[in-house]
T-cell receptor, first 112, second 113 residues
Framework: KNQVEQSPQSLIILEGKNCTLQCNYTVSPFSNLRWYKQDTGRGPVSLTIMTFSENTKSNGRYTATLDADTKQSSLHITASQLSDSASYICVVTRGAGNMLTFGGGTRLMVKP | DAGVIQSPRHEVTEMGQEVTLRCKPISGHNSLFWYRQTMMRGLELLIYFNNNVPIDDSGMPEDRFSAKMPNASFSTLKIQPSEPRDSAVYFC???????????FGSGTRLTVV
């Protein structure tokens, strides 16, 4: 079954600290993996996208990794800011590119 | 580019009423997607169009839901009659045929009372 599992479900950290979010998937055939940030009341916004041959990609303080062999990805946030408080969703594209499988998301809260 | 534009942002309606959600995709994007997001089920694909043609509507929950894309710049998702369990945030997304650029709108929060 094509699935994307994320952990933890929720996370609270202090401003300035780092954190790492996890994503495991069983989607096949694999096309690419995206990490989205969704602020409350807004639509998801793409942070990174990685294909099979890429194992790391950065976007500012966000760094995503991908291990296509173990079907695992992580999103590392460095020096967290209050504005990082949001849900982070791991999304795997299956096949030709139009079928997305969404993880349940990790809800991150950054406290001062 | 204004991005994917959805309207209304919020809709509150009474059970049994017809609800129409609207979406304007990014110009030049060939595929358009309708999603529903709830706390319990996360994001679920309802239907997607390619070049205005419905390709996969297997996610449409039941006959009360219908979607149209009369032209490349406009799509609607209609619920008739609406029920309280339809309460959710409905997102529209679009993407071009080549490259990435998968972009979501800001969503319509629907509440059926």
């Amino acid at each position: 079954k094509n699935q994307v599992e994320q952990s933890p479900q929720s996370l609270i950290i202090l401003e300035g600290k780092n954190c790492t979010l996890q994503c495991n998937y069983t989607v096949s055939p694999f096309s690419n993996l995206r990490w989205y940030k969704q602020d409350t009341g807004r639509g998801p916004v793409s942070l990174t996208i990685m294909t099979f041959s890429e194992n790391t990609k950065s976007n500012g303080r966000y760094t995503a990794t991908l291990d296509a062999d173990t079907k695992q990805s992580s999103l590392h946030i460095t020096a967290s800011q209050l504005s990082d408080s949001a849900s982070y969703i791991c999304v795997v594209t299956r096949g030709a590119g139009n079928m997305l499988t969404f993880g349940g998301g990790t809800r991150l809260m950054v406290k001062p | 580019d204004a991005g994917v534009i959805q309207s209304p942002r919020h809709e509150v309606t009474e059970m049994g009423q017809e609800v129409t959600l609207r979406c304007k995709p990014i110009s030049g994007h060939n595929s358009l997607f309708w999603y529903r997001q709830t706390m319990m089920r996360g994001l679920e694909l309802l239907i997607y169009f390619n070049n205005n043609v419905p390709i996969d509507d297997s996610g449409m929950p039941e006959d009360r839901f219908s979607a149209k894309m009369p032209n490349a710049s406009f799509s609607t998702l209609k619920i008739q009659p609406s029920e309280p369990r339809d309460s959710a945030v409905y997102f529209c997304a679009s993407r071009p045929n080549t490259g990435d650029g998968y972009t979501f709108g800001s969503g319509t929060r629907l509440t059926v009372v």
